[in-house]
């Protein structure tokens, strides 16, 4: 039963986290077309969409990384997090290099996007500027995410290639974005 239940509870972790890479690529592509005629006809439409998209993606790449559980009013709440599969010293050993980014992510979704602390949103320019995320640090972390979930996939029972079920979905993605552009 337990082995039943972590295998469900990976499968929803990559699924989540297949969410927000195809959100991303998504949003990446579809930038590509405002210049087009098609996005200025729709210009408050497709600026919320991609707004949307942007904030949804960051929403689902700081929860892979949120703590196995938290307590909210005395009840314990469990995550389906990768800290659920990788003990502290594996994820420090795995995302080693990566820790800074994961907190300016968290950092983001908690300050920003999750809750709107009020100095964050009175000074919301200053506030990225000081985070300090990079323009790649989203995708940087999606890969390496991918990458560290495709390391123990079959232990949990998943045996498609990981990697690969990312690779096709990016490309689909591409593909029919590009008929918007």
Known sequence: MEMRKNRKNFEILVENLLLGYELFHLNKNLHKGIKSAYYHKFKG???NVL???EVRYWLELATIFDKESYIRHGRTY?????HRFLDSRSFKQKFKGYIRII???KK???KAI????QETTRNFSKFLRKLGLKENDDLLLFEKTIDVLSEFSDNHGLIEN?????????LRIESEANLFT
């Open 108 to 110: 983001l979704r908690n």
């Open 162 to 170: 990981l990697k690969s079920r990312f690779e096709k979905s990016r």
């Open 103 to 105: 907190e300016k992510v």
């Open 45 to 47: 439409v497709w600026g």
């Open 51 to 53: 707004v949307s998209m």
């Open 114 to 117: 999750g809750h709107k602390d």
């Open 78 to 82: 469990k995550n389906i997090s990768i």
